[in-house]
């Protein structure tokens, strides 16, 4: 917020908002204050622009909420709304700040008796699944060639026909029981649990089918008593449920051991494909051919090596004097090996001997010296001359600085008699002490009469 403090008559600050600040601020702490929220009411003076965005009301009988939904939204609603509908809105509660409406912007939009189903259901799956009903580590592995296969549905319904098609083309040699119960109305849900029950006790089966065909939530609402998941968890067979079409998904599909889509996904699930059977059985037998053939010519082969192996003593020694003389040439080859590398390392050795010959070691010494000895005598010839002239830039260098050149021109250094102190100032000798004064030429001695 902008600072805009005020003093008062009274000397006090006030906080002074523009308009967009306040409807900023509003919103802000609406949003913060407010999770998402259900609302239930009717709808009126619903709008649809080009901008594919619907605005309405929700009233009830005695007030009424503004509320928009965006498009991104409303493409997930199964339904048309409609004025006058009654609907169950979810959604946030914010501020339009360019008007300082009060609305709430709707992200899910339902017919209000299926909003009352819906909560019911999510309810009761929440609480399951806090119980650990629908965990994984409790799901069996579908068998993979059921002897029998138990389908309970209605008799007279859609799913089973397409059950039994299914399985008919997929897999005919395995047969199918089924277990008739209704799949709709108060009396199908203890109807199925029961019937569940029956069908673990008799043990006909390897796995169950549950099924029924499509419908609205109401008609699907038996696949979501609780009754029905406990009795797919506690059977003992393994349960696949293909309930109504892909989109609808029930609590009795969180309970069993798999969930189809659809019937007849779940016929397909629970039934081999009779080709691929075949052809493994095929690949099977095949294969199992060509290990018995390469074990019969293993064996076969086996035989003739121990037939082999009898021969006459005669032949083994024929054999034997054979590899003798083998073995001989061998050896014979070997020393001739030997001698030609015990050679080959004397020459080497001796090229060794005739490269470390002192001779060579003395020449190469004598013409190391003999390079010295005339880089010595270079530098002893240089040196000298070097040093001479840097003696004679020295000397030129304090003869420029020398007293004595300061007396050639007319200066005079004077010192005490006595102990040969330099005199800097008049003050320094006394009236009648001896002074000495050195000149360029030679010395004076005087005594000091008077200074000034």
């Not at 629970?270 to 074990?295: G, I, K, N």
Request: with cysteine; charged share 30%; hydrophobic share 40%.
């Amino acid at each position: 917020m902008t600072d805009r403090s005020a003093p008062t008559e009274e000397g006090l600050q006030r906080n002074v908002y523009t308009v967009s600040e306040l409807n900023l601020e509003a919103r802000a702490l609406l949003e913060d204050s407010f999770p998402r929220i259900w609302v239930e009411g009717e709808i009126s003076n619903l709008a649809r622009p080009s901008s594919g965005h619907i605005y309405f009301s929700l009233k009830d009988d005695r007030c009424q909420v503004r509320c928009a939904m965006f498009r991104m939204n409303n493409r997930r609603i199964d339904f048309t709304p409609e004025d006058g509908m009654q609907v169950l809105a979810n959604g946030r509660v914010s501020l339009y700040p360019e008007r300082g409406d009060f609305q709430l912007i709707v992200q899910f939009l339902e017919e209000a008796g299926a909003g009352a189903l819906r909560r019911a259901f999510e309810a009761l799956k929440q609480r399951l699944a806090e119980e650990g009903l629908f965990d994984e580590a409790r799901k069996r592995d579908i068998p993979r060639l059921p002897r029998r296969i138990g389908v309970v549905t209605s008799p007279t319904g859609a799913a089973l026909r397409d059950i039994l098609s299914v399985l008919a083309r997929r897999f005919p040699a395995i047969p199918v029981l089924v277990y008739p119960v209704p799949v709709q109305g108060a009396e199908a849900a203890p109807a199925i649990a029961r019937m569940l029950d029956v069908a673990c006790e008799r043990g006909e089966c390897d796995v169950l089918i549950l099924a029924r065909g499509g419908g609205s939530l109401e008609d699907l609402w038996a696949f979501n008593d609780e009754s029905v998941a406990r009795a797919v968890r506690r059977c003992r067979v393994p349960v696949v449920t293909g309930v109504g079409h892909e989109v609808d998904v029930t609590i009795a599909d969180f309970a069993a051991d798999r969930r189809a889509a659809t019937p007849s996904a779940a016929a397909e699930l629970v039934s081999p494909l009779a080709s691929e059977w075949r052809r493994q059985m095929t690949t099977a037998v095949r294969r199992l051919e060509r290990h018995a053939r390469r074990r019969v010519g293993d064996e076969r082969r086996l035989m003739s090596a121990l037939a082999r192996r009898l021969v006459h003593p005669r032949r083994r020694l024929y054999d034997l004097s054979q590899s003798l003389d083998a073995l001989l040439a061998r050896l014979t080859g070997a020393i001739r090996e030997a001698n030609s590398a015990r050679r080959a390392r004397l020459l080497a050795g001796d090229a060794g001997l005739r490269l470390c010959n002192p001779s060579r070691t003395v020449e190469r010494h004598r013409s190391t010296w003999w390079q010295l000895a005339q880089r010595l005598r270079h530098a002893g010839a240089r040196i000298p001359v070097e040093r001479r002239a840097r003696l004679a830039a020295l000397a030129r260098a304090m003869e420029a600085v020398s007293p004595a050149r300061t007396l050639d021109r007319g200066y005079a250094i004077v010192t005490r008699s006595r102990d040969g102190t330099v005199v800097r100032h008049a003050a320094d000798v006394a009236l009648g002490e001896d002074i000495d004064t050195r000149l360029a030429d030679g010395r004076l001695r005087s005594t000091v009469t008077k200074r000034r």
